[in-house]
């Protein structure tokens, strides 16, 4: 399996910008479907966005469509959120993880990084 670990969280002002980051390692990390997740206090963990093997395939959650863009460097070991327009309701530990192809479910996940965004 691999092993992550996330990155870039911090305070934000809302409308301002972070860029998250998840560094694999262990097995092939282009083997694995990477998602971002998050959790805000007192809420269930959601699903953020989502990116294929390859990168051809993504997909984003409702609430963050058009701010949030996803992205992988398979040469690197490593995943991205870039967040813009940040919202007061995007404060939330965030979580990346990783899944096979042939599961259903993510079974890799880092540690998480706390973003805060302030008014």
């Known amino acids: 399996q691999v092993q992550l670990v996330a990155s870039g969280g911090g305070l934000v002002q809302t409308g301002g910008s972070l860029k998250l980051a998840c560094t694999a390692s262990?097995?092939?990390?282009?083997?694995?479907?990477m998602g971002w997740f998050r959790q805000a206090p007192g809420k269930e963990r959601e699903f953020v966005a989502f990116i294929s093997r390859d990168g051809s395939v993504l997909s984003y959650a409702d609430s963050v469509k058009g701010r949030f863009t996803i992205s992988r460097d398979n040469t690197k070991n490593m995943v991205y959120l870039q967040m813009n327009s940040l919202k007061l309701e995007d404060t939330a530990v965030y979580y990346c993880?990783?899944?096979?192809?042939?599961?259903?479910?993510?079974?890799?996940w880092g540690q998480g990084t706390q973003v805060t965004v302030s008014s």
């Open positions: 262990g097995r092939t990390f282009s083997n694995y479907n």
């Open positions: 993880a990783a899944r096979e192809p042939e599961k259903t479910v993510y079974d890799v």
